[in-house]
């Protein structure tokens, strides 16, 4: 009932940007809150932001507050992840995931809906 599709992955230098999209179809896209997670070889997937329903209320990894940027378009059902100043430790492959309710939330027990995921690989 929700389908959740990634792009903008890529390989990329240090300090470079990238921009992540996901298209969302289903229900109630204007009524849930979407997510960004990723999950690097061997560890486990963990949380970058979220995004509520009405982007009233944001919240960021510390990792990556003050580089990265969640928005969402509730007009086209998109969310967006706009990652700037990427390090090394930013490779991993990112999750776009949502959740039926307004606000959004750091476990990804929370969520149950994702998208298969777009790799990003930042190395020099």
């Known amino acids: 009932q929700v389908q959740l599709v990634e792009s903008g992955g890529g390989s990329v230098q240090p300090g470079d940007s990238l921009r992540l999209s996901c298209a969302y179809s289903?229900?109630?896209?204007?009524?849930?809150?979407l997510g960004w997670f990723r999950q690097a070889p061997g560890k486990e997937r963990e949380f970058v932001a979220h995004i509520s329903w009405r982007s009233g209320t944001i919240s960021y990894a510390d990792s990556v507050k003050g580089r990265f940027t969640i928005s969402r378009n509730n007009a086209n059902n998109m969310v967006y992840l706009q990652m700037n100043d990427l390090k090394p430790e930013d490779t991993a492959v990112y999750y776009c995931?949502?959740?039926?309710?307004?606000?959004?939330?750091?476990?990804?027990?929370?969520?149950?809906?994702w998208g298969q995921g777009t790799q990003v690989t930042v190395s020099s």
């Open positions: 289903g229900r109630s896209f204007t009524t849930s809150a």
């Open positions: 995931a949502a959740r039926g309710s307004l606000t959004g939330s750091v476990s990804t027990t929370d969520y149950p809906y």
